[in-house]
């Protein structure tokens, strides 16, 4: 496939859902001059479903692979096993090799939502990483001084709250660094909460020879709940989701991150974007253009049919105070209203089904659960919360 060099679209590649660009004048050049170009992106297997917020630089390498770019996606199955505490105010536990095995199952599918998988390399960072020495991790680690690593805000705040920082944390930026080596990078994408990580890949690839990398960092983005988006907090929506579940959580988003999600999570054409952004300043319902945000992405990683019945499915059922006419028949075990709960996948435990009831976020047929030992019978409706019915058989 020929490089494009279309001005327009390398403009858009610089600046839709780009915070920061190291060093933007000399990766403009490269875009320009028709040189092929590596563009990396690693993603730890510490989840086993990938949202999203990790989407916003996987459209990014599919805008490069557009271009005609060789892209490389990189499982960090082993960087996954030391953990990367760059966005965390606490040390991450490390995960077992078992953990991140099974979480990196369905990884390939997911990615292949967005990416043309037969234009993509992919690969696994324990393919290097493994096989390092002692001596060869000593001169990675001679470097970089332990100043550098403590000057940044995370850690440094740690340090002066007394909180522990292992001395394996030092290690992970070594590693992402070296994946930049391994697979001779040209570009890093990655957010801007990695920016450490992305410029020790530079700083390697220069000791090592190599010509530096060019880096493109993305905003972080909040979840449903207005936190940053994280699998750890549960306010994530997975490119897996079901597409009910995935309108339903974009519907319960913040107004203000309507545009955001539009501009970072989507390709829908900025001139639009900048259509609804001035509507909703003109006293546009925020309400309707969260629905064509929700059917945006749901006919991205489904289709515009799947679009329509989740829209169709949500007005009917939050609009007009319906329940949906497709929903999923359980025949349970148990009559147990807590039995239930767990047998449709509402609720993880009986502790976690009581709390849903504790809460009154548990009804059947519309009516608040009250009591632990209310039973269901057939042709009941049971629903948790604004997005989980189930109709017993």
Same mark, same amino acid.
């Given at each position: 496939?020929?490089?494009?060099?279309d001005?327009?679209?390398?403009?858009?590649?610089l600046?839709? &859902?780009?915070?920061?660009i190291?060093?933007?004048?000399h990766?403009?050049?490269?875009?320009?001059?028709?040189?092929?170009?590596? /563009?990396?992106?690693?993603?730890?297997?510490?989840?086993?479903n990938?949202?999203?917020?990790?989407?916003?630089p996987?459209?990014k390498?599919?805008?490069? #692979?557009?271009?005609?770019?060789?892209?490389?996606f990189?499982?960090?199955?082993a $960087?996954?096993?030391i953990?990367d505490?760059?966005?965390?105010?606490s040390?991450?536990?490390?995960?077992?090799?078992?953990?991140?095995?099974?979480?990196?199952?369905?990884?390939k @599918?997911? /990615?292949?939502k967005? %990416?043309?998988?037969?234009?993509t390399?992919?690969r696994h960072?324990?393919?290097?990483?493994?096989?390092?020495s002692?001596e060869?991790?000593g @001169?990675?680690a001679?470097?970089?001084?332990v100043s550098?690593?403590?000057?940044?805000?995370?850690?440094?705040r740690? %340090? @002066?709250?007394?909180?522990r920082?292992?001395?394996?944390?030092?290690?992970?930026?070594l590693? #992402? &660094?070296?994946?930049?080596?391994?697979?001779e990078?040209?570009?890093?994408?990655g957010?801007?909460?990695q920016r450490?990580?992305?410029?020790?890949?530079?700083?390697l690839?220069?000791?090592f020879g190599?010509?530096a #990398?060019?880096?493109?960092?993305?905003?972080?983005?909040?979840?449903?709940?207005?936190?940053?988006m994280?699998?750890?907090?549960g306010? $994530?929506?997975?490119?897996?989701d079901a597409?009910?579940?995935?309108?339903?959580?974009?519907?319960?988003?913040?107004?203000d991150?309507?545009i955001?999600?539009?501009t970072?999570?989507?390709? /829908?054409?900025?001139?639009? /974007?900048?259509?609804?952004?001035?509507?909703?300043?003109d006293?546009?319902?925020?309400?309707?253009?969260?629905?064509?945000?929700g059917?945006?992405?749901?006919?991205?990683?489904?289709?515009?049919?799947?679009?329509?019945k989740?829209?169709a499915?949500?007005?009917? $059922?939050?609009s007009?105070? #319906?329940v949906?006419?497709d929903?999923p028949?359980?025949?349970? $075990?148990?009559a147990?209203?807590v039995?239930v709960l767990?047998?449709? &996948?509402?609720?993880?435990?009986k502790?976690?089904?009581?709390?849903?009831i504790?809460?009154?976020?548990?009804?059947?047929?519309?009516?608040?659960?009250s009591?632990?030992?209310?039973?269901?019978?057939a042709?009941d409706?049971v629903n948790?919360?604004k997005?989980h019915?189930?109709?017993?058989?």
């Amino acid at each position: 496939m020929a490089i494009s060099t279309d001005r327009d679209k390398i403009t858009e590649l610089l600046t839709r &859902g780009v915070e920061e660009i190291i060093d933007r004048k000399h990766l403009l050049e490269r875009l320009e001059s028709g040189k092929e170009l590596r /563009v990396k992106l690693g993603i730890d297997p510490t989840s086993p479903n990938l949202h999203l917020g990790r989407s916003i630089p996987l459209l990014k390498l599919r805008d490069f #692979q557009e271009l005609g770019h060789k892209v490389v996606f990189i499982v960090g199955d082993a $960087t996954g096993v030391i953990g990367d505490t760059s966005d965390k105010d606490s040390e991450r536990p490390m995960l077992t090799r078992e953990d991140v095995e099974k979480n990196l199952e369905s990884y390939k @599918e997911q /990615v292949g939502k967005i %990416l043309d998988l037969e234009k993509t390399e992919f690969r696994h960072n324990s393919e290097w990483l493994n096989k390092l020495s002692y001596e060869e991790i000593g @001169e990675h680690a001679n470097v970089f001084s332990v100043s550098e690593f403590i000057s940044r805000d995370n850690i440094r705040r740690r %340090l @002066e709250a007394g909180t522990r920082v292992s001395l394996r944390e030092v290690l992970y930026p070594l590693m #992402q &660094g070296y994946d930049s080596v391994a697979i001779e990078a040209d570009v890093e994408l990655g957010g801007t909460d990695q920016r450490f990580n992305l410029l020790a890949g530079r700083t390697l690839q220069s000791h090592f020879g190599q010509e530096a #990398q060019d880096i493109i960092m993305n905003p972080l983005v909040a979840g449903t709940d207005g936190r940053k988006m994280s699998s750890s907090w549960g306010n $994530t929506v997975n490119l897996i989701d079901a597409p009910d579940d995935m309108f339903g959580k974009i519907m319960s988003v913040p107004d203000d991150l309507i545009i955001p999600y539009f501009t970072y999570m989507t390709r /829908v054409p900025m001139s639009e /974007v900048e259509e609804y952004t001035k509507a909703m300043k003109d006293g546009g319902n925020p309400r309707d253009y969260k629905m064509l945000l929700g059917k945006a992405i749901v006919s991205f990683y489904h289709s515009a049919e799947d679009a329509e019945k989740a829209e169709a499915n949500f007005i009917s $059922t939050f609009s007009n105070k #319906q329940v949906p006419d497709d929903m999923p028949e359980l025949a349970p $075990t148990s009559a147990n209203i807590v039995d239930v709960l767990i047998e449709a &996948g509402f609720a993880t435990s009986k502790g976690d089904a009581r709390r849903a009831i504790d809460g009154n976020g548990v009804r059947i047929n519309d009516d608040v659960v009250s009591s632990y030992e209310m039973e269901v019978k057939a042709g009941d409706v049971v629903n948790k919360g604004k997005r989980h019915f189930v109709r017993i058989k």
